[in-house]
């Protein structure tokens, strides 16, 4: 099951992690890295294709109030968002991440990595007040374990940072 289908996660951000498909890894590859930088990663849902490749998984962290989907996504679909993305974040980034930048074309795989955040309260709340509870510190570590694995490299598309 989806986080987005689950009452107790609020989707904060999407963040995605472009490399080449010869670099695919399978279910139980993603699996290990992940119980390797942290083993207290509540994983579910973990899909795989015939082949043993990720396909999706959910991972829960309750130490920092955060839940992530993940997906793979590969092909032409991947290639034109890497195109937009380009394009975007281009005037954001500076010296050697422009060079990191113009490399993205190479990749036509993705992993799209979907950030929720744990809701711990039951009245009405203030959104500042959601902040001080999300901590970003796992999502951190899985993007830059995902793009370890994979050779590629973890992009915020909103702050325009490469990862």
Known sequence: MSLFENEEYRW??????????????????????LHQVNENYQLADVRKNADGELESLTIL??????????????G?????HTEELIEE??????????????????????????????LVFTGPVEENEMDEFVDPGSLLIVLQKLAELTGGVGVDQESGTLI
């Open 12 to 33: 904060r951000e999407t963040y995605f992690v472009l490399f080449p498909s010869e670099n695919r890894p399978t279910a139980e590859q993603v699996v290990a890295a």
């Open 61 to 74: 962290s309750p130490d920092d109030y955060a839940g992530m989907d993940i997906t793979f996504l590969g």
């Open 76 to 80: 032409a679909e991947v290639q034109e």
């Open 89 to 118: 974040m281009l005037p954001l980034v500076t010296g050697q991440e422009k060079e990191r930048l113009r490399k993205l074309p190479e990749f036509d795989a993705r992993l799209d990595v979907f950030h929720f955040e744990q």
